[in-house]
């Protein structure tokens, strides 16, 4: 493994973990440059893993620290995803490279089309404090198999879910999607490890970065408050369409 190239895989994994914690999408960066390196398809997205599942143990360590945490309802939440990614991750690890190519091509088109089209995430009193909508639990499940199958893109779907469903404010939105992320990549990079679908040299450098970014990235969101992570949320639907674009 060159230097140069551990260096920029551990700078890329910093910028994926603090976008990851405040909005979603970072795994568009880290997915591609391990393809770039010279791993197949169903190998990048099992190492991609190994730092999804460290850098959600420090983003939870540092909502913890400041005080921002419910993990009892977290992992009531977390095992809803459980099936689903389990399912979805043995399905990953068995297609062939030339389909998850294709697959990972269209998905991060259509993340990008709902983006454009989707309503921005505004205040909402009248929501928030409410129950949560009886939907919140199947959309869980279904959440936790494209989680477990792919990952680029789940943070965008997970503050979705909560946000509207679970009727919470955005700093906790992260909160309880940082908690559940970590919950259900376990098993799933069980499944990819297994498989023999993990390079746990390039994961461990890349794991590194996202555990320095995601630490970072929690306490930006809990001290920047809702304004710092639209900000966010709006640089990373910017970096993933110029990414489409082709524009670097």
């Known amino acids: ?77 977390g095992l809803l995803t459980l099936p689903g990614a389990v399912i979805g991750a043995m399905v990953a690890s068995r297609i062939s490279d030339l389909l998850f190519q294709r697959i990972l091509a269209i998905v991060l ?14 205040n909402n009193s009248q929501k928030m404090g409410r129950p949560a909508h009886p939907f919140l639990y199947p959309a869980l499940v279904a959440v936790g198999f494209y989680g477990g199958f792919l990952q680029i893109g789940v943070g965008f779907l997970f503050m979705a879910t909560l946000y509207h469903l679970l009727r919470v404010d955005l700093i906790r939105v992260n909160m309880h999607k940082v908690f559940i992320i970590l919950l259900y990549t376990l098993p799933a990079l ?4 297994l498989t023999g679908n993990v390079n746990w040299g390039y994961g461990l450098i890349l794991a590194a970065g996202n ?38």
């Open 1 to 77: 493994m060159h230097l140069v190239h551990l260096f920029i895989l551990f700078l890329v994994g910093a910028i994926a973990g603090f976008i990851n914690v405040n909005a979603g999408g970072g795994s568009s960066l880290t997915l591609p440059m391990l393809i770039f390196l010279g791993l197949e398809g169903s190998l990048a997205n099992g190492t991609n893993r190994v730092a999804i599942f460290i850098q959600n143990i420090f983003a939870v360590s540092s909502f913890r620290r400041q005080g921002v945490h419910e993990f009892k309802k977290s992992f009531t939440l």
């Open 211 to 248: 555990a320095l970014g995601a630490w970072w990235g929690a306490r930006a969101a809990v001290k920047g408050g809702e304004r710092i992570i639209k900000i966010i949320l709006a640089v990373a639907i910017l970096i993933m369409s110029f990414k489409l674009l082709k524009v670097f």
């Open 190 to 193: 069980i499944v990819f490890s």
């Open 109 to 122: 088109i259509l993340i990008v089309i709902s983006i454009l089209f989707s309503r921005s995430y505004q």
